[in-house]
Structures are given as C-alpha cells and as structure tokens.
C-alpha cells in the first residue's frame, strides 16, 4: 500500500483558478482509476472526479461539470485536477484516492488508497 501525494492547494478568492496535483506510486497498472474526492466541514465525502490510466476516460459529479477537468500524465504517475471559476462552496479538503475499480470511479469503497488531502479555501 503507497498512500498518494497531493498538492496545489490553497487559500484563493472567488473566480480565481487552481490546479491540484496528486502524485501515486504502485497502483498505477493500466487496469485502475484515480479520483479526486472532497470534504468540506460537517459534510461527507463527496466524489469529484475520476480518471482511468489506460485510456484517460473521465466521470464527473454532476455538480462540478464546466468548471472541473481531470487529466493525467501516465509517465510521472501524476493526476492533476484544474478548477477554473472557484466559488465559496468548493472550499473542503480535496483527497486524491488511488487503485480504483473502473467500473466503479465514483465510489469511494473502490479506492484502495487515499492520501491526506490538501486544503483549499475560497473566500469571496
């Protein structure tokens, strides 16, 4: 078990950009997922978004759709997650969960791995 690298958080203002980076190691086969997941206070983790390593297809929660986009670059084992337009309610700790199950990116049971979470907090 390798727990996940994550960084690029921050404190930012409303409409401003972030790029958050998660950097995995030994559940990287061509046959798993990442996914970003966030946390805000009081609230349950709630999916953001996922990636698969072979052939980069993507899911998104409905809520963050336009503003939110997942890539990867499979030659650094590295996940980025670009959020354009940053309002008050993305304000949560945003986890980067590594291992997932494809058919599955969504749910956070299929994550074998999950790093601590890097803060990001919007005021306006």
């Known amino acids: 078990q390798v727990q996940p690298v994550e960084s690029g958080g921050g404190l930012v203002q409303a409409g401003d950009s972030l790029r958050l980076s998660c950097t995995a190691s030994g559940r990287t086969f061509s046959t798993y997922a990442m996914a970003w997941f966030r946390q805000a206070p009081g609230r349950e983790r709630d999916f953001v978004a996922a990636?698969?390593?072979?052939?980069?297809?993507?899911t998104y929660a409905d809520s963050v759709k336009g503003r939110f986009i997942i890539t990867r670059d499979n030659a650094k084992n590295t996940v980025y997650l670009k959020i354009d337009n940053l309002k008050p309610e993305d304000t949560a700790l945003y986890y980067c969960?590594?291992?997932?199950?494809?058919?599955?990116?969504?749910?956070?049971?299929?994550?074998?791995?999950w790093g601590q979470g890097t803060q990001v907090t919007v005021s306006t």
């Open positions: 969960a590594s291992g997932g199950n494809v058919h599955h990116m969504m749910e956070a049971d299929r994550y074998f791995d």
């Open positions: 990636i698969t390593w072979f052939s980069g297809k993507t």
